[in-house]
């Protein structure tokens, strides 16, 4: 039997690798994108995803792909894969727009046979509250005329160890019958695919994993301020509790929870419970407020460290280390720096910044001033603060012994330098 045609919607972080790992895999693809910008840089052979490098797009045309603004694509598919952005809403739940207008291109131009996936992280009960109706408003029936499923993407980015090819595949239908389309057809696609109960299980399985790590680095973070005041050095402690082989993973406190995934995904459990049962999800909300208060907590942490060298931190140099969200990438998204930088400027201190992977920082209320290289901003500095670990900070020839530092990662070792 022929391998099934694939059209994926929203060429992005998610979607594109599914295009590339599809094409090595010799299916015939198709991609549909809202953005004129996106579609064109695709078919002119350039990647706008970090993982992804102009050399994969031109192996992925020379397959035969190609990218299109124009929804009529879809009917040509077997196969739909939705994987369009779910940003928080106000209401700090999923913010669903894109996805029903993903609905409702699949919904004109839907052929019986056709098996429609929807891959964006949001709250279960989606696919079959919202996805579903909107797909029927075409006559087709979902389990008679088309099958639907949900598999929550995993795209990790910028890991080089786990990738779509061998990061197990979550998927679940809402029928069985929906449930095995989707398991053979991403078994094409990549090496392990685990079939859920159903639908909501499939979609309660990202949630569920991320919310155990914005919960477990709420604790840490947490215990950070408690073992500070006892004079206990957390960072030791996780590094001995590590070494138990079993019934432990180590999280490692830190200034703050950014990224696309952590502090949001979450937000879509506690906003479903809240607004099905009218009850509060308290751990998530517990970790929520945990984790955003660390900006502040470092912030008091910097005045503290100024006050003990009888500085106050108004008119103090304060030099940021590292503003993206997490180590050895160039993402901001949610990055803590930026409400660590606010509260700083709050207390009247002159902030600066330096990060080798960012070369312009624009903050909403304030301008912060970039400091070329490390060593003007050590020495530019009544006080480091290092924010994100990345490489060039863990060089070994660096002493840490001038000018004093708040290391929130627990990576610098030095006489000038205080832990988290
Ligand atoms: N963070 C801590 N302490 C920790 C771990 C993380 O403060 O112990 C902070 C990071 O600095 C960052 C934020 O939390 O600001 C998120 O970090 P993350 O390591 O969870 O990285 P993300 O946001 O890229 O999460 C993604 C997720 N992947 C998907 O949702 C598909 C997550 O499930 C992965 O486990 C994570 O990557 C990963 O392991 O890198």
Redo the contacts with the bound molecule.
Sequence with gaps: MDSPRLAVIGLGYVGLPLVQEATRRGLRVTGFDVSNAVVDGLNGGHSHVDDISDESVAAMLATGFSASTSPAVLRDADVVVICVPTPLADDRGPDLEAVRAAAAAVRDHLVPGQLVVLES?TYPGTTEEVLIPILEESGLEVGRDINVAFS????????DTYTLRNTPKVVGGFTPACTQRAEEFYSLVVDTVVVAKGLKEAELT?LL??TY??V??AL??ELSQFCHLLGIDLWDAIRCAATKPFGFA??????????????I?PNYLSHRVRTHLGQPFRFVELAQEV?AA?PDYVARRAQDLLNDVSRSIRGSRVGLLGIT???N?S?QR???ARDVATALIRLGADVSFHDPLVADWKLPSAEVRRVPTLAEAIAGSDLVILL?AHSEYLDPALAWDTTPVLDT?GVLRGSAVAHL
């Design positions: 992280t929550p993407e995993r795209i990790d980015p910028g890991n990202k994993e991320n790590r914005h477990n680095i840490v973070n180590p999280f490692t406190p830190g200034p703050g929870v950014g990224g696309h995934c952590i502090p995904d984790n660390m969200y997490k180590a990438i993402d949610e990055s803590p994100q990662r």
